[in-house]
């Protein structure tokens, strides 16, 4: 649904999106067949190649991946890494990298370092509570987007949790530390 919509913003541009869910391969198809310009990837993004895990939530497996099982709680899924699937599918940068993986960024950024040289935007679902041990709040997440030299430049998207009706998570937009954005004259 995001990369249909976004298209809007981005016409003619090539798409790959990569799913650990293994339940949206049906939408995955549909939005194969209805644009050429996209392809899909049915794994989990991660540091590199090999297996990973998909994490159970409630009833369902709910896109949190992890890198090690949990009897009980993880399935096995295959794992690759972002930059071994922009290399096989010979995809050029400019890239805007969109992450929506529920405490595992780290693990994924960490597998698209070579991506990450040549991308535009990232957008990034963050959290303002810990989802679990390692994963980032979105405060440690602008910090460790600095360190790969990245800032942030917008928020969009706030969601508040309907409990208590505190600030659950955000989507935050970073660009390249090198880039226009970051040149424009501050106050």
Sequence with gaps: MWTRE???EFPGLQWLM????PDHEPHLKETVAAFPNT???LVLAGPSD???HLVKTGDIFGGAATARAVPGMTIPRPMRS????IAQHRLSGPYFLKLDTHGFELEILDGARETLRQASLVLIETYAFRLRDGAPRFHEMV????SLGFHCTDL???VWRAVDGALWQVDLLFEPLSGAAAQRKSW
């Design 18 to 21: 990569i799913e650990g869910l």
């Design 156 to 158: 969009i998207e706030p």
């Design 82 to 85: 972002v930059d071994s699937m």
């Design 143 to 146: 910090a460790h987007m600095e």
């Design 50 to 52: 090999g297996e990973g």
């Design 39 to 41: 392809r899909y990837e």
């Design 6 to 8: 976004t298209m809007r």
